[in-house]
């Protein structure tokens, strides 16, 4: 904590939302004039598209059924912590950007699915936003964590994640109920020992709870909306947070444990601006101070 050059890490499991976070988090920065470094997780992943299924095939044939882009062996802890050390050191590092579809190749003149070369970073960033699986992942050879200074977690109750994650990839990538669902079970194993765990270390949490039945989510015709859910907003330190200030401006809202607030679900936009502007304001200032 306390970087010349503020690091902050949006984490949160596929299908999460954390997409939706980051559009706040552009807004934010265009209201305040920050210029920011924006890293997606996706690009610290260990192996292009193609690399991916011919890994799972190979995990399969050994009898392994737990290979999955939620563990160490399929992506680059120790890149992603050396980014955010020497981010927070000198403002610099190394990225580069996986290509998810044909829009965003086609400038590449690259294959959707694949990665672009390593690069360094911009010069004269303001911060380095990262949006993805691992922001705060911990084990016993890498702590990325340690580097970040403001950690926020999205983390939807589990049928809620598991039903938006099902409408997307079947949806927009053409997948199987069934192949979804297999994915869910094959990564149950690392969505225990390293998503869970860094949702304990981070600052912010916004975990979207449905008002409505979602009890089956393997044949939940729609996903539960914004209108039909609570947001429930921990804070790991409560010191200095002007809850009578929140409690005003978001309607409807009350605090469940002297940490925790919950709003109706359609306020978090709302929230997370009034939560982390003034969060990045100091930031920045003890940036500037560090100078």
């Given amino acids: ?17 954390t997409t939706s976070v980051m559009r706040t988090f552009e807004q934010i920065f265009r209201r305040e004039q920050v210029n920011a470094a924006f890293v997606e997780g996706d690009s610290f992943h260990r192996y292009d598209r193609m690399g991916m299924k011919d890994e799972m095939t190979r995990a399969l044939a050994e009898g ?5 882009h939620f563990g160490p062996d399929a992506n680059l ?25 044909d829009q965003e190749a086609a ?9 672009t070369p390593w690069e360094d970073l911009p010069d004269s960033t303001d911060l380095l936003f990262y949006e993805g699986l691992h922001g ?30 099902l409408h997307r990839d079947k949806g927009m990538r053409g997948y199987s109920t069934e192949a979804v669902t297999e994915t869910i079970l094959r990564r149950m194993h690392d969505y225990v020992n390293y998503m869970c765990p860094q949702f304990s270390r981070t600052d912010v949490n916004f975990q979207r ?26 804070f790991k330190d409560p010191r200095g947070i002007d809850f009578p200030y929140l409690l005003s401006m978001l309607h409807d809202s009350f ?11 359609g306020k978090m ?12 304001w100091r930031l920045l200032e003890r940036r500037n101070s560090t100078r």
């Fill in 64 to 68: 392994d059924h737990t290979f999955s």
């Fill in 107 to 115: 400038p590449y003149g690259q294959d959707p699915g694949t990665f």
């Fill in 269 to 280: 936009d709302l929230a997370m601006q009034l939560i982390f502007t003034p969060m990045l």
């Fill in 209 to 234: 709870v449905p008002v409505v039945d979602t009890s089956n989510p393997f044949i939940a015709r729609t996903i539960p909306t914004p209108d039909e859910s609570m947001l429930v907003i921990r």
């Fill in 1 to 17: 904590m306390s970087a010349k050059h503020p690091v902050v890490a949006i984490t949160g499991s596929s299908g999460a939302g």
């Fill in 255 to 265: 605090m469940s444990r002297p940490n925790t607030i919950v709003c109706p679900g």
């Fill in 77 to 101: 802890f120790d890149e992603l912590e050396s980014l955010f050390r020497e981010y927070g050191e000198r403002g610099g590092g190394q990225v580069r950007r996986y290509l998810h579809d």
């Fill in 136 to 165: 705060a992942v911990v084990t016993e050879k890498v702590d990325v964590a340690q580097y970040a200074d403001l950690l926020i977690g999205v983390v939807p109750v589990i049928n809620l994640e598991w039903t938006q994650k």
